[in-house]
């Protein structure tokens, strides 16, 4: 299966597990990462920059960046992918440095076995 389909499909399954105000929206089908296999698998990292984001993740043409309440990582694990959903433009309380946004882990953190979603999917 080529990856990007297995992101979309994977994106598609999990969308009845997302706050209800993003089901159904474009949200779910505007990112995905072009060059996923070169993140780091060990560290998937709970920081996100805005402009490491920029680097990896391809908006929608029309899409504004102040208008995206989430964004969706594929990380690439040793024996997984996982997709962490990360809210951007809020701070927690224990991040403060600057141009930092939520972790995955304060908003959700969505991950199944790449192996058990193949055998799924056929």
Not at 1 to 19: A, C, W, Y
Not at 53 to 61: D, R, T, V
Not at 82 to 100: D, G
């Amino acid at each position: 299966m080529v990856k990007g389909d297995l992101i979309n499909t994977f994106m598609e399954e999990t969308s009845s597990q997302l706050p209800s105000a993003l089901t159904g929206s474009r949200y779910l089908s505007t990112y995905w990462l072009p060059r996923v296999e070169n993140l780091d698998a060990g560290k998937p990292g709970f920081l996100v920059e805005m402009e490491a984001a920029k680097k990896w993740i391809l908006p929608s043409p029309v899409m504004d960046w102040a208008e995206v309440p989430y964004m969706f990582i594929p990380i690439h694990g040793y024996f997984h992918w996982s997709l962490m959903v990360v809210r951007i433009f809020t701070i927690t309380p224990s991040h403060r440095q600057v141009n930092t946004y939520d972790c995955g882990v304060h908003v959700m953190a969505l991950t199944r076995s790449l192996i058990q979603l193949d055998d799924k999917l056929g």
